[in-house]
């Protein structure tokens, strides 16, 4: 029975969804509280699966080493099954998932407008999302990939700021020119791998997509793949110079979408590079590596250098999240052990932390409905609780000791400075520039003169710490002791690394 | 003589539904006109039986000694049509009833329409493809031309009926060219018949069919380059007939286009680079061009060349593998479903609106109707084949069959055109969620029109999560 | 003595004629007559290749084909009066000139 957890996890807010639907247009509190119940299951559950979870197990090429598989025919003419399962790189993303989906139910409190609507969207991103994580089958992977795009859309073009249309239908594209690439690769993959669409059995057949004797358009076929799903990946992620539509994306978005976006959406890039990318074309991965490295530490060192330039405080962390995304992207390059670990929680840590600073954002929009951040000034003064959950938020985000950023950091840090000892040091500087542009925007924002227009803003409330609490409890739990999340992934790490290294 | 290969079972759907065709003529005339509200039912009624024996067929033997098949290719395409069918005629009825069209006539003329539909896709000889044909085209020409006191609607027959006869001039020498030089009219015994004149003078009279042959069916398909006929008929002909026309005249024609490009895999060397070439054009222009419309109707016009264009890649696939005819059959369904559905909303909305189909109308139609809203933008998806709807499944075996043949450049284009198309399927979403609208007031939908776009968005969701309930009927074709 | 290959000239030849009409004429009358003329091309190449491969199925196909030609003439000639009622001319120019601009609505 227990492995229908995934199944229910997936599916439980679908079905919260379609209640909502039904529900009377004007029991507010009813639709918010359903969208809460319906979101609580997946994160109950997941607390479940992160407690049983069989640490010893391998996963990534080994289906044994998978936890609550369920595998069942759902399109037998073409070998499409509904396959799914967890493994240590799945593990935390799930988890993170499901939480930061719960937390932003009550994120979304203050939104008026079409309510059944909204909720019943996020609802069905949730499913995108989890599914997504899930899936050990490709077409299934690709269908829940772009399930999450149509509710993504929506929530940014009807909820969002003044220029949503713009930025919902940019996202859209952006994202969709990706996925399309992605579904001839998988084609191409299908006829050259013995007609299965299962991840498992493909990596099996990395050998056969590897022989240089494969051709596709008259290119090597395994590096023409690669590159293509990379792309795919990569404009999720975003990594330089797809990234365009991810200020324009959180800028117009709604808060709680925002931290979606951040939190899990972003993961999504990379968790695809080390699921698929890497363990199906191990040579093409080496090939790359280095490649890959450089294009994260340009992400490392041009986001930190956009956010610093950045007047809008959401913009802000909209392109720190570029800079912070790009620690993963070299921890992964390395192939190390320590250098994948680093990248796996970094995707985790970062999904905390950045959800807790667009949530800060989200708190000081909603009372002063601009967030320009040299209109604001002594926010210490008037609003010391809030100031104090920034603080934490802030300092975690440039990678503090004692908070969950750090140790990942450093992780990717050791790893990479194995492979790239050059690319390491110029990354460094990332932290530099990121303890500037946090350091500097605080003082703007929160140290200074008061000023007078904000004198009255009223104190961060119960509703919004209790968004913003856990996440902060967590930043710190794992900064002092990361073992819990990093023991879920450390075997799969590692694994993925010998199956790349060993190739 | 033994008449045991008559077998007139074999032909049950389209008696069925020629016979209705003729039951609602003769009941017109015999209640001089005073019944013609309750004719819509008998013709559903027939459609239904037909579509019931498509379901359960009474046998599974050819008919009139080969002529008319029974294979899974046969009732696969006999559904299609009569799912367009069952979804266009209430919407039909009530929009010729609307318009003061003659309704007596737009039910027999669809009937008689779809008679040569379903004869297309269960033909098994070149005399009964051509007799179906034509049958379908005539009947079309008519209902092009049913509102005659509009200018559109003549000028839509007119050419309608010049381009379509052309095209059969094509069609029929080709045939002949063929059918000569093979010996046999039995379709799929030209391969071998071909096979036995390779390397003689008649050869090349056979390969001089084949090409004027498949540049008749790419003219009744709307494909490029013989698409100059489609705007001007597509927005000129009444929105129903447009519909029944992009629909189910569509999808037989490739059903009859696939049996043909099926027997002639020996000779593929031949047509699979003209037919690429035309699939690829297709795809680019059709896609283009819908993209820049500001009226819906033209829009869907236009997308419906597109769509011709992702069938024909399918088709290509079939000079590799006969298999691939089951992924263009399979296309077929969801297409007819979301595209007759998007028509019929069409004519509601621009009735409600502007009155000639301008985009604008849209604006603002999720605070007027909301479930409209939201299936219009489920059908405009589903078109656009975003999973998890039908329209996904369907695009995804094209380019599976287009890869397994190693034609992935064009696969890729598919692909990449399609991005553009749900560009230009998402313009009418946008409108009616991120707009404010023009005209307050709701929008209400009447009865027929909401169960054909209830039944059509349900289809598409269920064919896209089960595509077993279709692609199980589907199995067997092409092998 | 004509054998096969002349007759096929002759069809072909008539077909080219035919498709040069329709492209070039733009009277839709004088269109339909040269459509008939393809069509009858084609009879001619099936009662050929019938006769020469004695076969009766070619003039079968002939048979049905020219019944067809018949039934897709009257509904022609329906549209083109039709045409003729409402514009006073059957040629393809000046009836696209009364159209104008107004051919989008329904």
Redesign the interface.
């Known amino acids: 029975m227990e492995q229908w957890v995934l199944t229910l996890m997936t599916f439980v807010p679908l079905l919260g969804a379609a209640v909502i639907t039904f529900l009377p247009k004007d029991q507010h509190n009813l639709i918010r509280w359903t969208a809460a119940a319906f979101a609580a299951v997946p994160l109950l559950l997941a607390f479940w699966v992160w407690q049983t979870f069989n640490r010893a197990g391998v996963g990534v090429d080994d289906l044994a080493g998978f936890q609550y598989v369920v595998k069942l025919p759902w399109i037998p003419a073409y070998n499409i099954e509904y396959f799914i399962g967890v493994d240590g790189l799945s593990a935390p993303m799930v988890l993170l998932t499901a939480l930061l989906s719960f937390l932003c139910i009550f994120a979304s409190w203050g939104i008026s407008k079409q309510l059944k609507g909204y909720f019943a969207l996020f609802l069905l991103l949730e499913t995108g999302m989890m599914g997504t994580f899930v899936s050990l089958d490709f077409i299934l992977f690709y269908v829940f990939w772009e399930v999450m795009l149509l509710p993504m859309y929506f929530l940014i073009g009807i909820w969002g700021g003044p220029r949503r249309e713009y930025a919902a239908i940019k996202f859209f594209l952006y994202t969709l020119a990706g996925s399309v690439l992605m579904l001839v690769g998988i084609l191409a993959l299908y006829f050259q791998g013995g007609q299965t669409f299962s991840l498992i059995e493909l990596m099996a057949h990395a050998r056969d997509f590897a022989n240089p004797a494969l051709t596709i358009f008259g290119m090597n076929f395994a590096k023409v793949l690669f590159v293509a799903f990379f792309i795919g990946f990569a404009i999720k992620v975003p990594v330089w110079p797809f990234h365009t539509w991810l200020p324009d994306a959180h800028v117009e978005a709604p808060t709680a979408i925002s931290v979606i976006l951040a939190g899990v959406l972003l993961k999504m890039g990379t968790y695809g590079m080390m699921r698929i990318s890497m363990p199906i074309f191990p040579g093409a991965m080496q090939d790359f590596a280095f490649a890959i490295a450089v294009l994260g530490v340009i992400n490392i060192l041009y986001g930190a250098y956009c956010a610093m330039a950045q007047e809008d405080l959401k913009k802000l962390v909209a392109y720190s999240s570029v800079s912070h995304m790009g620690y993963v992207m070299l921890g992964m390059a390395a192939l190390t052990p320590q250098g994948m670990t680093g990248a796996a929680l970094q995707m985790f840590n970062h999904g905390t932390i950045t959800a807790m600073m667009f949530l800060l954002v989200g708190v000081v929009y909603d009372r002063a409905h601009h967030r320009q951040i040299n209109g604001f000034g002594g926010l210490g003064a008037v609003m010391p609780v809030y100031t104090g959950v920034a603080m934490l938020a802030f300092f975690a985000s440039m990678g503090l000791p004692g908070l969950s950023g750090f140790i990942a950091e450093v992780l990717v840090f050791l790893g990479a400075f194995q492979s790239y000892k050059w690319l390491t040091f110029l990354s460094a500087l990332g932290i530099i520039l990121t303890a500037g542009y946090l350091l500097w925007m605080i003082k703007r924002v929160f140290l200074g003169p008061l000023n007078e227009k904000y004198k009255d803003m009223p104190e961060i409330n119960a509703r919004e710490l209790f968004t913003l609490v856990p996440i902060g409890l967590i930043v710190i739990y794992l900064g002092i002791y990361p073992i819990p999340v990093m023991d879920l992934m450390d075997g799969a790490t590692e694994r993925l690394v010998t199956l790349v290294t060993s190739f | 003589m033994d008449f045991s290969g008559l077998n007139v079972a074999a032909l049950l759907p389209e008696l069925l539904v020629s016979g209705g065709g003729l039951l609602v003529m003769a009941l017109h005339a015999a209640f001089r006109g005073r019944q013609d509200r309750q004719l819509v039912w008998v013709s559903l009624a027939s459609v239904v039986a037909a579509l019931a024996f498509c379901l359960n067929p009474l046998t599974v033997e050819p008919g009139y000694f080969g002529s008319a098949l029974s294979d899974p290719m046969a009732f696969a395409g006999r559904i299609t049509v009569l799912a367009a069918l069952v979804l266009l005629l209430p919407g039909g009825v009530a929009y010729a009833r609307s318009r003061n069209l003659p309704q007596a006539e737009y039910l027999s003329l669809s009937l008689f329409a779809a008679t040569g539909m379903m004869a297309l896709a269960s033909a098994g000889d070149l005399i009964v493809l051509f007799l179906a044909v034509e049958v379908l085209s005539i009947s079309l020409y008519c209902l092009a031309g049913l509102m005659g006191e509009r200018e559109s609607s003549r000028q839509a027959a007119l050419t309608y009926f010049l381009a379509g006869s052309f095209a059969s001039g094509f069609l029929l020498f080709g045939m002949a060219l063929l059918s000569g030089s093979a010996g046999t009219l039995d379709i799929a015994a030209l391969g071998t018949g071909l096979a036995r004149v390779s390397g003689t003078g008649t050869q090349w009279v056979a390969l001089g069919g084949v090409v004027l042959m498949i540049a008749g069916l790419l003219f009744k398909v709307g494909a490029v380059p013989f698409h100059s006929w489609v705007a001007e008929v597509y927005s000129g002909s009444p929105t129903v007939v447009t519909a029944f026309m992009s629909t189910a005249a569509k999808a037989a024609a490739f059903a009859g286009f696939g049996r043909v490009l099926l027997a002639l895999g020996s000779v593929s060397e031949a047509w699979v680079p003209l037919v690429g070439i035309c699939a690829g054009a297709t795809m680019i222009l059709g896609n283009f061009t819908a993209l820049v419309q500001g009226n819906f109707k033209r829009m869907l016009a236009f997308s419906s060349v597109a769509h011709a264009g992702y069938l024909l890649l399918g088709l290509m696939a079939v000079g590799a593998a006969g298999e691939s005819l089951e992924a263009v059959i399979f296309y077929l369904l969801p297409y007819v479903l979301a595209n007759a559905a998007l028509f019929l909303v069409a004519a509601k909305v621009s009735q409600a609106g502007s009155g000639n189909y301008k985009l604008d109308d849209y604006k603002g139609l999720a605070r007027r109707n909301p479930w409209l809203a939201g299936l219009l933008a489920l059908l405009l998806l589903g078109l656009a084949g975003m999973p998890p709807l039908a329209g996904f499944m369907g695009k995804f075996m094209v380019f599976s069959a287009a890869v397994r043949a190693g034609h992935t450049g064009l696969a890729v284009l598919g692909i990449l055109t399609s991005v553009v198309a749900v560009f230009t399927y998402l313009r009418p979403v946008v409108y009616a969620w991120f707009h404010e609208p023009e005209e307050s007031g709701a929008l209400n939908l009447d009865g027929g029109l909401a169960f054909v776009v209830w039944v059509a968005g349900a289809g598409l969701l269920l064919l896209g999560l089960w595509p077993r309930l279709w692609l199980d009927l589907c199995a067997g074709i092409g092998v | 003595m004509p054998t096969l290959n002349h007759y ?1 000239l002759l ?1 072909i030849l008539l ?1 080219g004629l ?2 040069t009409g ?1 492209l070039i004429r733009r009277n ?1 009358l004088v ?2 007559m040269c ?1 008939e003329l ?2 009858n ?3 001619l ?2 009662v ?3 006769r020469s ?1 004695g ?1 009766l ?2 003039q ?2 002939a048979f ?2 020219m019944t ?1 030609a018949a ?2 003439v009257a ?2 000639l329906a ?2 009066v ?2 003729f009622r ?1 514009s006073g001319s059957t040629d393809l120019e000046s ?2 000139l ?2 104008g601009g ?5």
């Open positions: 096929l069809a077909f035919g498709v329709v839709a269109i339909l459509v393809m069509l091309a084609a009879n190449a099936l050929a290749f019938g491969g076969s199925e070619g079968a196909f049905f084909s067809v039934a897709e509904v022609g549209i083109v039709l045409i409402h009836i696209r009364v159209g107004a051919r989008e609505e329904q």
